[in-house]
């Protein structure tokens, strides 16, 4: 009789059924190729360092315990690691708004986030310039639909409706922005 | 749907925000049309790209040890054995062979009477198996359950058989199996069984060769098979020779 195992290795089919296996390497594995990405998320969205940290070890956890649905099929395990820390840090963003809205409603000021260190503003101010320079081959209506849309976790119609614009426009603007970005990303390769 | 309404759709569906019945019809289309499939990866790019260009920042490197040293406790938490600590203090949780060999004794001996008992035209069947005997059997092996299915032979088809799908833990370290059994009098060549969830999906087995009538297939995955619940067994030219509809135990 044959016997089939899904664990070729390198795949990240593999890499993921590891990691539910509990293979310690499979963690480090995956942490040294999307932790930055997840951090530098964290660092853009909730805007600093130790809810960045915060947005890493979450997003880690939720991958393991999700770690069986990841279908390969269905996406690039990139895509699919980066959507869920940003679905983690919107989550985080709504609860801040939350807790504020109800600290205020009994009349407690909310405590401010700890004043960055000198280094972690100036980390946070490259990693803002970088961005705008990214972005900057956006049009304006392109990167607005785009940052409502990913950093913002608004759907179409939310986007369309704070906009002001046909929901077929903003679906038209965030995939013109996703190709343009994936453009210029393969020119900078190719230089 | 046709593609141009598919590909409006694809950059709500690769951000998540594409819900319900649109969604799953997004799928369903990507399965089976490659250029569509083609626009997605490039997409998926521009996503990789924006999140390269925009939020790519090396985190502390002390983060690393926090994060894999909470992991290790979720998964010292997460009820099951104990995990083998690691000189670094991380944990380790190996699949165990002897899990697996014990596995494919226990089913050897649960269904392979059965297929002895089929082959000599007792009609035996594992629906008639103790539910006890795999309750015994789960509590030995661990895992979610046993589910079964009888062969239902396709019209101008004499196929019949069993269908044994036994889940492991996907999260963990117990493989899932599914084992067919089939017979078709006088046949000499081979067939595939493919397991069908109700979304679609599909997985096949590895090929069942007959000889003399009699064939089997085994599949042993770390893949979640909770989700398929039907089977099929088609000839090599496509032709369906069987169905069953997979159950409970």
Known sequence: MDHVRTDEPSSDLALMADFAARRERAAGVLYDRFASRIYGLGVVMLGNHPAAQDLVQ???????????????????????????????????????VLESRSLQSVGVQPEDDPEPLPDEQAAVADLSARARRAMGVLSPEQRSALELAYFGGRTTAEVAA?????????????????????????????? | MTCDQIRELLPEHLLGSLEGSEDLEVRRHLRG??????????????????????????????????????????????GRPAATPLPSGGFRRERSPWRAFAAAAALILVVGSIAFGFAQGHRASLATTDAQSYRNLLTVLGGKEFRIGKLRPAEGSTMQGQALIYDGDPSGDWSSWAIVFAKVPGYTGSATATLLSSEGESQALPPIEFRGGDGETLLVTYADLTRFDRLTVTSPTGQVLATAAIDHA
Do not use: N
Not at chain 2, 52 to 68: I, K
């Open chain 1, 58 to 96: 979450d997003t880690f956890v939720k991958l393991w315990r999700t770690a069986d649905r990841y279908d390969p099929q269905r996406g690039r395990l990139e895509t699919w690691v980066l959507l869920t820390a940003r679905s983690l840090a919107i989550d985080a963003l709504r609860r801040r």
């Open chain 1, 162 to 191: 704070l906009e002001g614009i046909p929901q077929g426009t903003v679906k038209s603007r965030i995939r013109a922005a996703l190709l343009r970005l994936r453009a210029e990303m393969a020119k900078e390769s190719g230089r």
């Open chain 2, 33 to 78: 049309c490659v250029a569509c499939r083609d626009e997605r990866m490039k997409l998926e790019e521009g996503v990789s790209a924006l999140s390269r260009a925009v939020h790519d920042q090396d985190p502390p490197p002390e983060l690393r040890g926090r994060v894999l040293g909470t992991l290790g406790e979720e998964w010292e938490e997460s």
